[in-house]
């Protein structure tokens, strides 16, 4: 009996050694999956833009919006949304030379920004005025979605390029890119200041 007791002691001290060798190695491989994935599903922060400029409606006019203006390799991007428009229509939309919106009827702002004193004309192609950009097309609300570039331009860049200190005009109609000085778009329905966003 004696024999038999010491055999079973032993037998079962090697289990309880066998067990407490298994259980270390078990617990670092279920550790190592959650100690990985924080670092993988860290994402970047979006970069703030350059300049902003807040839209606003000459007189008698509803136009309103918000445009972010970032630099790209291309020139000066710029992103947002303007509403208070025709229904499914187009619209000139143009950088200004002057900061200026203060005139009833967006005249203050003065012609189209033509640093290089070109012709005006389609932004697609070979001439056209710094601040000639594509028609933004309304929706059935309303709302046009930008997002343009305006090549060759710059901010806090080369005074020659920059767009800080110059303003975004809508206009009432589409233009035609050819009509000089301006495309024959019509009247200023909504315009907008380029400005350094305001630190939060």
Do not use: W
Request: hydrophobic share 35%.
């Amino acid at each position: 009996m004696t024999a038999t007791r010491l055999g079973l002691a032993i037998v079962g001290t090697l289990l309880l050694a066998a067990c407490s060798r298994e259980q270390p190695r078990s617990a670092v491989i279920e550790t190592e999956p959650t100690t990985a994935a924080p670092a993988e599903q860290a994402t970047p922060a979006e970069p703030a833009p350059g300049a902003v400029a807040q839209v606003a409606p000459t007189q008698g006019n509803t136009v309103t919006g918000s445009l972010a203006l970032a630099s790209s390799s291309e020139g000066v991007r710029i992103s947002g949304a303007i509403q208070g428009l025709k229904p499914n229509a187009e619209f000139g939309f143009h950088v200004h030379e002057k900061g200026d919106c203060s005139a009833p009827d967006g005249s203050s702002a003065g012609g189209h920004f033509n640093p290089t004193q070109a012709q005006h004309g389609n932004p697609t192609g070979s001439t056209h005025h710094a601040g000639d950009m594509v028609n933004i097309k309304s929706n059935a609300e309303g709302v046009a979605q930008v997002d343009t570039t305006a090549a060759g331009t710059t901010l806090n860049g080369d005074p020659g390029t920059d767009l800080i200190g110059k303003a975004v005009v809508v206009h009432e109609g589409p233009d035609d890119y050819t009509t000089q000085p301006s495309g024959n778009s019509g009247k200023r329905v909504a315009c907008g200041v380029i400005a350094a966003p305001t630190p939060q």
